[in-house]
């Protein structure tokens, strides 16, 4: 039986990891395509994200697939090799944390998948100042230099600005390309990829703060909200009940910041991370719920 290609979506917190897999499902390629989405969070909101959720869809909580290659990642690519009719091609949408190239590491020790390549996202509004950060740079620099694609996103018409930071980052080995549309066969099947060596890079410890609950809100209580985050909040995420028929969709990843209209949730979820030092869970509980009620 031919073996199953494997691709790593990679890149750090907020880059756009979602949005180019939807693109991806949404192209009319003709082929079956598995997702196994790894997020950061005990809600795993990345995978409410995908548009399409079904049985194609494998999910991994709590950053398990971040820089070692457990048990819960073997168990799911098992799944995925083992379905009927067996997928094209499989994609895993790792963590923003996570470590792309110890991910890949699963197509050299499983004979049945092979390697077509590690797409590392790179968003253009945050990338400079996150690869300066002494504690965070390593780690996303990281991620670019063990990348076959770059893909930048946020960048409007000033991509090109950014590819010198990339080359001094390590992104020698890659295409460096603008992310729009037309990149499904790229991914899928036109990379001539080569196996990246596998070297640690410090890694940052995160926090993690996550909310439940059914209440619901109005656009001027998120406004408010956002306009005093907590210190050291990187990335937020999550669905929120809104007070009519509609709910919220909100996102931040540095300097962006989204509040959209969407289907009403069932319950309000959200989940944060920040790096461990700068960003305090119980300082985020505080600002999201005043009163000190438990999520």
């Known amino acids: 039986m031919k073996r199953l290609p494997l691709t790593v979506i990679g890149g750090?917190?907020?880059?756009?990891?979602?949005?180019?897999?939807?693109?991806?499902?949404?192209?009319?390629?003709?082929?079956?395509?598995?997702?196994?989405?790894?997020?950061?969070?005990?809600?795993?909101?990345?995978?409410?994200?995908?548009?399409?959720?079904?049985?194609?869809?494998?999910?991994?909580?709590?950053?398990?697939?971040?820089?070692?290659?457990?048990?819960?990642?073997?168990?799911?690519?098992?799944?995925?090799?083992?379905?009927?009719p067996r997928p094209d091609h499989l994609i895993?949408?790792?963590?923003?944390?996570?470590?792309?190239?110890?991910?890949?590491?699963?197509?050299?020790?499983?004979?049945?998948?092979?390697?077509?390549?590690?797409?590392?996202?790179?968003?253009?509004?945050?990338?400079?100042?996150?690869?300066?950060?002494?504690?965070?740079?390593?780690?996303?620099?990281?991620?670019?230099?063990?990348?076959?694609?770059?893909?930048i996103t946020k960048a409007g018409l000033g991509a090109a600005d950014l590819i010198p930071a990339l080359s001094l980052a390590g992104a020698r080995r890659a295409q460096i390309l603008k992310a729009d549309a037309q990149m499904a066969g790229l991914i899928l099947g036109d990379l001539e990829p080569s196996f990246p060596q596998v070297r640690s890079a410090p890694h940052p410890s995160y926090a993690r703060w996550h909310y439940d609950d059914l209440r619901t809100f109005s656009r001027a209580e998120l406004e408010d909200r956002l306009a005093a985050l907590p210190e050291g909040l990187y990335r937020l995420k999550g669905y929120l009940?809104?007070?009519?028929?509609?709910?919220?969709?909100?996102?931040?990843?540095?300097?962006?910041?989204?509040?959209?209209?969407?289907?009403?949730?069932?319950?309000?979820?959200?989940?944060?991370?920040?790096?461990?030092?700068y960003f305090d869970p119980e300082t985020a509980q505080q600002w999201w719920q005043p009163s000190g009620t438990a999520c």
């Open 12 to 84: 750090y917190l907020g880059a756009g990891k979602t949005t180019l897999i939807n693109r991806l499902l949404r192209k009319p390629h003709g082929k079956r395509i598995m997702v196994l989405v790894n997020d950061f969070g005990a809600i795993n909101i990345d995978a409410s994200l995908l548009e399409s959720r079904d049985e194609d869809t494998i999910t991994l909580n709590n950053g398990c697939v971040c820089c070692t290659m457990g048990a819960d990642l073997f168990m799911a690519l098992g799944d995925a090799l083992d379905r009927q």
């Open 92 to 151: 895993i949408e790792a963590s923003g944390i996570g470590d792309p190239a110890r991910i890949a590491e699963a197509a050299r020790s499983e004979p049945e998948l092979s390697y077509a390549g590690i797409v590392t996202m790179v968003d253009a509004l945050n990338f400079p100042s996150l690869s300066q950060d002494t504690k965070i740079g390593p780690q996303v620099t990281a991620q670019v230099r063990v990348a076959d694609l770059v893909l």
């Open 241 to 277: 009940r809104g007070q009519d028929d509609q709910g919220w969709l909100l996102q931040i990843a540095g300097k962006n910041r989204e509040i959209t209209r969407t289907a009403q949730p069932p319950r309000s979820q959200l989940v944060a991370i920040g790096p461990a030092g």
